[in-house]
């Protein structure tokens, strides 16, 4: 897929984030028709309180984002309104979208690998990585 393309023309985001040195880098996908955060982190069992924070603030701030810039009033690809994720969460008050963040899910997996997996549509399980491969 190239890069460069609008949001409301792919399903998902990959965000690679670092939050501070402690903070181990991480991978979050923004699966934008679940309203969904998937969270892929090495260390998510080490993970401090912090770095749930900040990926619970990111979750609260990117339906915020997405209405800012008329991500919702693009429905060539999408019917966002019937969406069953987005039923009751959309109207004409963006302020009423804003109250619901996307969920976050903890995927706790190896960021780089799962990366190049997840880009080429290929589906993995965090029981059979393999860690000295990649």
């Not at 181990?24 to 028709?33: D, E, I, N, R, S």
């Not at 982190?41 to 401090?48: A, E, G, K, Q, T």
């Given at each position: 897929m190239p890069s460069g393309l609008?949001?409301?023309?792919v399903d998902e985001v990959y965000v690679p984030i670092n939050y501070n040195e402690k903070f181990?880098?991480?991978?979050?996908?923004?699966?934008?028709?679940d309203r969904r955060i998937r969270v892929y982190?090495?260390?998510?069992?080490?993970?401090?309180i912090e770095s749930i924070n900040e990926i619970n603030k990111l979750a609260?701030?990117?339906p915020t984002y997405l209405?800012?810039?008329r991500f919702f009033k693009e429905i060539s690809r999408t019917d966002w309104v019937n969406l069953e994720e987005y039923k009751d969460k959309i109207t004409q008050k963006t302020q009423f979208l804003n109250?619901?963040?996307?969920?976050?899910?903890?995927?706790?997996v190896f960021v780089a690998?799962?990366?190049?997996?997840?880009?080429?549509?290929?589906?993995v399980s965090s029981d059979d990585f393999e860690e000295e491969y990649h």
């Open positions: 609008p949001w409301h023309q181990p880098w991480v991978l979050a996908v923004f699966a934008l028709k982190d090495s260390l998510s069992s080490l993970r401090n609260a701030m990117l209405s800012d810039n109250e619901h963040p996307f969920e976050v899910e903890d995927c706790g690998g799962y990366a190049e997996y997840l880009s080429e549509g290929m589906n």
